[in-house]
T-cell receptor
């Protein structure tokens, strides 16, 4: 079965550079969620989109922005990268915002390393 | 405010032994509760979920969890652990809106 696809799997950037992470949800899923997981930490909610509109916002820095496109894929744009942004970034998808009720399907994540 | 507490940072059990991972939550309404498992470098996989009905829920890979409202707990259990169960386990609560709050995780080690 198709899963949530994230690209790239690994990314190395220097401080103050920008990065773009991509997420392709499961077909017919209209909601995507972004989470950040620091080393040894639990996943922290960043932001979510439902039907291409931002639906909820968590602890996402102002340096980050995200959007969901007409094909429901989502991109997380990160600027002025800092060392502390090094983490695993997960995307999850669900139908109709039901992730908080029915559970998420997560992608394998993008490991971002800022040097 | 909603929160999830997993008191055990790591647990070691012998292969074939039983397992119980603890989870306590704080949530004003009836919670949506989940357990996820994460293998190293991988995404999180949903093991099971609870919202209403039977307080003992069955999940994948032989796991089950019991919701106890009086104790605000949702402990995960497995009667016989396999070496492949070694991973990190996250308890989570649907916090309303579009966000889910995760516990800090419990890393399970399985010894032969």
């Amino acid at each position: 079965a198709a899963g949530v696809i994230q690209s790239p799997r690994h990314l190395i950037k220097e401080k103050r550079e920008t990065a773009t992470l991509k997420c392709y949800p499961i077909p017919r899923h209209d909601t995507v969620y972004w989470y950040q997981q620091g080393p040894g930490q639990d996943p922290q909610f960043l932001i979510s989109f439902y039907e291409k509109m931002q639906s909820d916002k968590g602890s996402i820095p102002d340096r980050f922005s995200a959007q969901q496109f007409s094909d429901y894929h989502s991109e997380l744009n990160m600027s002025s990268l800092e060392l502390g942004d090094s983490a695993l970034y997960f995307c999850a998808s669900s139908q109709m915002g039901q992730g908080t009720e029915g559970g998420y399907t997560f992608g394998s994540g993008t490991r971002l390393t800022v040097v | 405010a909603q929160s999830v507490t997993q008191p055990d940072i790591h647990i070691t059990v012998s292969e074939g032994a039983s397992l119980e991972l603890r989870c306590n939550y704080s949530y004003g309404a009836t919670p949506y509760l989940f357990w996820y498992v994460q293998s190293p470098g991988q995404g999180l996989q949903l093991l099971l979920k609870y919202f209403s009905g039977d307080t003992l829920v069955q999940g994948i890979k032989g796991f089950e969890a019991e919701f106890k409202r009086s104790q605000s707990s949702f402990n995960l259990r497995k009667p016989s652990v396999h070496w492949s169960d070694a991973a990190e386990y996250f308890c989570a609560v649907g916090a309303g809106g579009f966000k889910t709050i995760f516990g800090a995780g419990t890393r399970l080690f399985v010894k032969a």
